[in-house]
């Protein structure tokens, strides 16, 4: 039984090979709440305040707000300063300020939440409970945390994949279709040609299916090829949902929620290949705005 616990904790100890992705989840969260609230801010009054027609009896947001004799803006504003501190320092008591204000705001209020919002809310509760990454105590309690979102992350997908079996839309390859047609999603003529086209209609709703599938098994993989495979392949079906439904911030956060898949050291490398990649674009650009310059003064000679 000894060896059993020993066995858990050290593959929970591992988790703490992944907290940098877990750090980055963390800052691309704090954009994504900042980006979500300055693109409302002139409806703030019309979202949150006790006044406004979208907002429920009885909502706790707007009688809290009227008690401390504060407005919406106000919290607005706090908030936004908060996520912006905690992005470069990272904090517990930042953390437990910004959940407590966005949920102040969030519940029974006006404001229309997908799916992104509501996978932002426990991700705000995961970094109240996680101590911040680099802390000197809290191991255990930061290596569980990142377990238990990268379980909660997988668990989305597996969840969203069985219901989609069970709909005969999607099992006949139509879903997309008439997830498309709708004009809330016609942000562009030509989507309305796409989905015309039943290639297009059924390679969509069973890519999704697919993906969805198998995104919550290879993303634990060993294997760093069938990782990356599945990434790309669920970053693919992000960038179509966000090109196609015009959910950017929502398709956004999940990519970068990615990052929780891959350890320091990977993380590392591929820092280290973007800036090499990038050295030596510049050296290129800089040789061909030479070469290019050289041949412009020659020939005015």
């Known amino acids: 039984m000894n060896y059993l616990f020993r066995k858990a904790d050290h593959a929970l100890l591992m988790q703490l090979e992944y907290q940098r992705g877990y750090r980055y989840v963390h800052a691309a969260s704090m954009i994504y709440i900042v980006c979500k609230y300055l693109l409302v801010w002139p409806y703030i009054e019309v979202l949150f305040s006790k006044n406004s027609f979208l907002t429920p ?86 290596a569980l945390t990142i377990l238990t979102a990268k379980c909660h992350f997988c668990l989305i997908f597996l969840v969203s994949a069985c219901g989609k079996l069970n709909s005969d839309y999607w099992y006949s390859g139509v879903a997309t279709y008439y997830v498309l047609v709708s004009e809330r999603f016609m942000a562009f003529t030509w989507i309305k040609q796409a989905v015309q086209n039943a290639w297009f209609v059924n390679l969509t709703t069973y890519y999704t299916l697919a993906v969805e599938l198998a995104l919550p098994f290879l993303l634990w993989s060993s294997n760093r090829i069938s990782r990356l495979v599945i990434v790309l392949a669920a970053i693919t079906l992000h960038l179509g949902i966000a090109i ?34 990038r050295r030596r674009m510049w050296r290129w650009s800089a040789a061909w705005w030479g070469a290019g310059r050289l041949g412009d003064s020659s020939s005015s000679l």
Do not use: K
């Open 57 to 142: 009896e009885r909502s706790i947001g707007p009688i809290v707000t009227e008690l401390l004799g504060t407005t919406p803006q106000f919290w607005v504003g706090v908030l936004l300063i908060s996520c912006i501190a905690s992005a470069f320092v990272p904090s517990r008591t930042l953390a437990i300020v910004i959940y407590a204000i966005h949920e102040l705001l969030i519940t029974g209020s006006g404001y229309y939440s997908n799916g992104g919002d509501n996978w932002m809310r426990l991700l705000l509760f995961y970094f109240v409970i996680a101590p911040p990454v680099g802390s000197s105590n809290g191991g255990r309690l930061l």
């Open 244 to 277: 196609f439904m015009s959910l950017w911030a929502f398709q956004f956060l999940f990519i970068c929620c990615y990052l929780l898949f891959f350890q320091n050291g990977e993380l590392d490398a591929a820092t280290r290949r973007f800036e090499e990649l």
